[in-house]
Nanobody, 120 residues
Framework: QVQLVESGGGLVQPGGSLRLSCAAS????????MGWYRQAPGKQRELVAD???????NYADSVAGRFTISRDNAKNTVYLQMNSLKPEDTAAYYC??????????????WGQGTQVTVSS
């Protein structure tokens, strides 16, 4: 099993910044990809950014150029630096760990979520 614990959410004004952290524990050797998803009220959960074990990074178009994902393998932690925040970034943010194996199979692990609210 893998446990993921997020921290760093909160209330910020438009244009401000926040950094989310996700600490992983347990069978972390099995995790290939780490990422961040978000879910706003009444909307589906969507990918924000992810990073593979090899360091390949993918961003949603809506956050590219404003958000930066990074991972510290020594600390088993993934970060999401969010700059130039907009009200539409308001959502619950979830850390995701994905284990993949042959033929496109995968299993996802999720954190409990941390709320980010962008409002003046």
């Amino acid at each position: 099993q893998v446990q993921l614990v997020e921290s760093g959410g909160g209330l910020v004004q438009p244009g401000g910044s926040l950094r989310l952290s996700c600490a992983a524990s347990g069978s972390i050797f099995s995790i290939n990809n780490m990422g961040w998803y978000r879910q706003a009220p009444g909307k589906q959960r969507e990918l924000v950014a992810d990073i593979t074990s090899g360091g390949r990074i993918n961003y949603a178009d809506s956050v590219a150029g404003r958000f930066t994902i990074s991972r510290d393998n020594a600390k088993n932690t993934v970060y999401l630096q969010m700059n130039s925040l907009k009200p539409e970034d308001t959502a619950a943010y979830y850390c995701n760990g994905r284990r993949t194996w042959a033929a496109g199979n995968y299993v996802d692990y999720w954190g409990q979520g941390t709320q980010v609210t962008v409002s003046s």
